[in-house]
């Protein structure tokens, strides 16, 4: 099966603004739930960013709630994550995930099922 795939990484000084793109395969099946992950190195996993498909509600880890987007355009099978007043902090490996379930969340990652290969962002000055 296709898997989705991110892009939009790069490097960028602090204070500064990234959108990262996910592009899904229309026969993806059963996708209700998308977000966004995190890795940086030395560290877990983290959610970041959700989205639940049945009603728009979204979800954001505190620590990026106020400066990062999620938005998605179902017509083209693409999840976006809009990244503005960059942290070094932010430096990490950003991936795409969907999933099956009807209520997004950025606490468990296993409930996603189709993951990104990612992509990287990096946050200096």
């Known amino acids: 099966q296709s898997q989705p795939v991110e892009s939009g990484g790069g490097e960028v000084q602090p204070g500064g603004s990234l959108r990262l793109s996910c592009a899904a395969s229309?026969?993806?099946?059963?996708?209700?739930?998308v977000a966004w992950f995190r890795q940086a190195p030395g560290k877990a996993r983290e959610g970041v960013a959700c989205?639940?498909?049945?009603?728009?509600?979204?979800k954001y880890t505190d620590s990026v709630k106020g400066r990062f987007a999620i938005s998605r355009d179902n017509a083209k099978n693409m999840i976006y994550l809009l990244m503005a007043s960059l942290k070094p902090e932010d430096t990490a490996i950003y991936y795409c995930?969907?999933?099956?379930?009807?209520?997004?969340?950025?606490?468990?990652?296993?409930?996603?099922?189709?993951w990104g290969q990612g992509t990287q962002v990096t946050v200096s000055g």
């Open positions: 995930a969907l999933g099956p379930t009807p209520l997004c969340s950025v606490e468990v990652d296993f409930l996603y099922s189709y």
């Open positions: 229309t026969f993806t099946p059963s996708i209700y739930s």
């Open positions: 989205v639940s498909v049945s009603n728009n509600a979204t």
